[in-house]
C-alpha cells in the first residue's frame, strides 16, 4: 500500500487478538493513520468512541471474546462514522441494520484490511 495513503486519519482498531491488532496498527501506521486503540472489548471500544472527538473510520472484530461489536457499531452509525466489520461469521449472523456495511471475512491481512478501509470507507485510493 502507499504510504502516507491514510495520513492525517483517525482511524479506530477493534480487535481482540493481540497479534491481529499489532499487525492492522503497524500496518496503518505505516500508511501515515493514527490509530485509535485497538480495543480488545466492547467497553473499552465504547469508551475510545465515547472519548475521541475525531474518528474517520473504524474496523471492527465482530466477536470480542464472546461480546459482540454491535453497539459500538450502532455508536459509530449515530455520529457517521464509516466502519468495517471483520469477521469469521457469515452474512446470516450479522444483523441486518448492517447489511450495507462492508464485511471483510477473516482471515484477511492487514495490508488488505487496509486498502479497504482507504478506498471503501475513505474513497482513497493508493494508486499514486
Known amino acids: 500500500m502507499a504510504d502516507g495513503i491514510l495520513a492525517g486519519r483517525a482511524i479506530l482498531v477493534v480487535e481482540d487478538e493481540y497479534m491481529i491488532a499489532v499487525d492492522l496498527k503497524n500496518e496503518l501506521v505505516g500508511c501515515g493513520a493514527t490509530v485509535i486503540g485497538p480495543a480488545p472489548s ?7 468512541i465515547e472519548s ?3 474518528i474517520d473510520a473504524a ?4 466477536n470480542l471474546k464472546g461480546e459482540k461489536v454491535f453497539l459500538a457499531a450502532d455508536l459509530l452509525t449515530l ?7 471483520a469477521t469469521g461469521y457469515d452474512k446470516s449472523a450479522i444483523p441486518a441494520r448492517y447489511d450495507g456495511v462492508i464485511r471483510c471475512e477473516k482471515p ?6 487496509t486498502q479497504v478501509v482507504a478506498d471503501k ?3 482513497r485510493s493508493s494508486e499514486s
Not at 42 to 48: N, W
Not at 59 to 62: K, P, Q
Open 79 to 85: 455520529r457517521g462514522i464509516p466502519f468495517l466489520l
Open 59 to 62: 474496523i471492527l472484530d465482530v
Open 121 to 123: 470507507l475513505l474513497g
Open 108 to 113: 484477511i491481512g492487514s495490508d488488505k484490511m
Open 42 to 48: 466492547l467497553g473499552k471500544a465504547i469508551e475510545l
Open 52 to 54: 475521541n472527538p475525531v
